[in-house]
C-alpha cells in the first residue's frame, strides 16, 4: 500500500505497525548502481521523519554495503523495508537464494568489506533464505531518550 504523498515514487508504509505508532516503511529498487544512493536517500528521510537523524550516518553507510552487494552480485531487482520496534530493522529482500558471503581480501583491496562493517555497527545481523531469494537484515539500537519522534502524535500524514 502506497500513500498518496508517495506514490510513483518507490516508497510506501506497509501495514504493519511499530511499537512507536509507525508503520515499515519500503522502497522498490532496480538492479542499477544508481540504487545504492536511492537506499541512503530513502533511510535518511524515513529516519528524519521518525525523529531519529541520529541514526542516518550509521543506517546509511550499512543500507549502502546491503544494496551495493545486490547490485554487484545478485543482480536483482529489490526491495529496502525499514521497520520501528523496539529496535530499528533494516531488510534488503532480492530474488538471488545465494547467501552472502564474507570474505577475507588483502587490506589494500579496494572493497569485500561491507560485511564486517554491518558486523561491526550493528547490534545484530543475518541473512534468511526462502525460494523467491533472500533477506539480509541488520538491526541498531534507537539513540538513547528516542520517544519516537511525536511530539503532538503522529506525523506521518
Same mark, same amino acid.
Given at each position: ?12 508504509? #506497509? ?24 537506499? %541512503? ?8 521523519? @521518525? ?11 550499512? $543500507? ?6 545486490? $547490485? ?14 523496539? #529496535?530499528? %530493522? $533494516? ?13 577475507? !581480501? *588483502? ?10 562493517? #554491518? ?8 541473512? *534468511?533464505? *526462502? ?5 539480509? @537484515?541488520?538491526?541498531?539500537? @534507537? ?11 503522529? !506525523? %506521518?500524514?
Amino acid at each position: 500500500m502506497t500513500s498518496a504523498r508517495d506514490a510513483g515514487n518507490g516508497r510506501g508504509a #506497509i501495514g504493519r505497525l511499530g511499537r512507536v505508532g509507525y508503520a515499515a516503511e519500503r522502497l522498490e529498487l532496480p538492479p542499477v548502481s544508481s540504487s545504492v544512493a536511492r537506499a %541512503r536517500r530513502f533511510c535518511r528521510a524515513v529516519l528524519a521523519d @521518525w525523529g531519529a537523524s541520529d541514526l542516518e550516518e550509521t543506517v546509511s553507510l550499512l $543500507v549502502s554495503e546491503l544494496v551495493t552487494n545486490v $547490485v554487484l552480485h545478485a543482480r536483482t531487482p529489490c526491495e529496502v523495508l525499514v521497520s520501528p520496534s523496539d #529496535i530499528l %530493522r $533494516v531488510e534488503v529482500l532480492d530474488r538471488d537464494p545465494r547467501p552472502p558471503v564474507r570474505k577475507d !581480501h *588483502d587490506p589494500e583491496a579496494a572493497s569485500g568489506r561491507g560485511l564486517l562493517l #554491518i558486523a561491526g555497527l550493528s547490534s545484530r545481523h543475518g541473512a *534468511d533464505q *526462502d525460494e523467491a531469494g533472500k533477506r539480509v @537484515w541488520f538491526e541498531v539500537e @534507537w539513540p538513547a531518550g528516542w520517544n519516537g519522534g511525536a511530539t503532538s502524535g503522529n !506525523h %506521518r500524514g
